[in-house]
């Protein structure tokens, strides 16, 4: 069982910046591929970015050249970096975790709100 922990929203101005943290505990040896989503009121849940464990990144188009996702293997963590932050980018955002033969854990979710 993996249980993932996720800290470091909050409240921000247009064009600030926040850096998400998500630390995984349990079955860490199973997990492949990290990833940061994000679900907005009325909206369905959406990637924002993911790692692989050998590095590998993805992101959404809207956050790309903004955000950066980082992972620590040795610390069981990854991270989200996010930059010029804008009014859309407020929403719930969700740690996930991608487990061999277990299928995707995920996050308590933490708010980000960017204010106009």
């Known amino acids: 069982q993996v249980q993932l922990v996720e800290s470091g929203g909050g409240l921000v101005q247009t064009g600030g910046s926040l850096k998400l943290s998500c630390a995984a505990s349990?079955?860490?040896?199973?997990?492949?591929?990290m990833g940061w989503y994000r679900q907005a009121p009325g909206k369905q849940r959406d990637l924002v970015a993911s790692?692989?464990?050998?590095?590998?990144?993805v992101y959404a188009d809207s956050v790309r050249g903004r955000f950066t996702i980082y992972r620590d293997n040795a610390k069981n963590t990854v991270a989200l970096q996010m930059n010029t932050l804008k009014p859309e980018d407020t929403a719930v955002y969700y740690c996930a975790a991608l487990v061999v033969r277990a299928g995707t854990y995920w996050g308590q979710g933490t708010q980000v709100t960017v204010s106009s």
């Open positions: 790692i692989t464990s050998d590095g590998r990144t």
């Open positions: 349990g079955g860490i040896f199973s997990i492949t591929t």
